[in-house]
């Protein structure tokens, strides 16, 4: 059982490692979408050293949809990440795939492309051009995950916590709208609501990549852990995008000792998902999206 978290700084990072994380999830900009904080390549080397020197690993994300200014700039960025010995690139855009090949690094990747990877099929077809594993879409429930799994020897990476990106534009939309009112823009997270239920949040930001709008609820599969186990399911992502500092720490620490409990013969559900509940911030309610859908309600 594998867990991978995102990581904001190299303070964050380290703290991440001591907990029990076993592959840190960083990157920058211009390659790495959502990140909790987008690093440079200075600070990627840095987090490198470190999760090596307490044999742990680290996947630096290049999952944008490139432009053609992005491919021009990828190849030096690539061989950066190969020279600090980065551990694998998450990345899904075929032509960015397409000129890590070419510059023969020795380098893995792991298939990310969001919503597309809902089948075994396409997943097989990506090991076939190189690699090493791939990052399953949100929306799958987890009985497509188990049959996707059961037919490949490849990880299937699944997210067990954190929120959920539902729109993405490469447009400033908010830097737009306070400029089109004159307004001007508040320091704290923003929010957008639906109007027909007045107590929904949909987290907002803006980054270099454009204006991401999040999911109202986070992620939490901590009570699934023990069947996900059984049916081959063995690589955990807790993203933190949302949530900064000790708190995501503290909830890392909590499933990888959900994972010990797990390998122990003693995991209780209830009790971690009780106790995540009292880490959990007020206003960002658990749920489990799709994952325990029924496949003909979602499809």
Known sequence: MELIATAESLEQAEALLDVGADRLYIGGHPFGLRLPQPLSLEQIEDVIKRAHQRGKKVTVSCNALMHNQQIAQLPDYLQKLADFGADAVAIGDPGAIFTLKELKLELPFVYDAGTLVTSAEQIAFWVNQGASGAVAARELTLKELFAMQKKLKQPVEVQVYGPTCIH?????????????????????????????????????????????????????????????????????????????????????ALFDEARRAIEAGAFVPESFANRLAKLQPAHRPLGTGFYLKNPEDVH
Do not use: C
Not at 205 to 218: A, K, L, P, Q
């Open 168 to 252: 993405q534009s490469g447009r400033p939309l908010l830097t737009n709208y306070f400029t089109y009112t004159h307004a001007e823009a508040p320091d704290q997270q923003l929010f957008l609501r639906d109007p027909k239920n007045a107590d929904s949040q949909y987290p907002i930001f803006e980054d270099e990549d454009g204006t991401h709008i999040f999911s109202t609820e986070d992620l939490s599969l901590i009570g699934q852990l023990g069947a996900m186990q059984e049916h081959g399911l063995k690589t955990w992502k807790l993203d933190g995008v949302l949530l900064h500092g000790d708190r995501f720490v503290r909830i890392v």
